[in-house]
């Protein structure tokens, strides 16, 4: 019986030794870590990015904030000092005080 045990251990080895699986199981454990490497790098990259674009997505809203809140006091300083109202209307901040007639004169 050891002798039909050891021919069959003798076998099984030397059929997994001339078997291509072993050899393709290998390749695809060896390009599935290197896609997991890549995939790893592009998100830290992209979480990165990712921070970056937030924190400019903030500076911009907070200079908007700002702007708005300039353009506002603007507005009211020209209630109590019209000079500046041309300024404003060239910024469109502002109506402009007197309209402009576009009318072609007839003849």
Known sequence: MDIARSESVKLTLLYMNKSPLPAVLMAILAISALMSLYLCYTCVTNASELSQLQNQAAMVNNN?????????????????????????????LKAPSHPQTSAKPSK
């Not at 908007?64 to 910024?91: C, W």
């Open 64 to 92: 908007r904030a700002i702007m708005n809140a300039v353009a506002t006091d603007a507005v009211e300083y020209s209630k109590t000092h019209p000079a500046i109202d041309p300024i404003l209307e060239e910024a469109k």
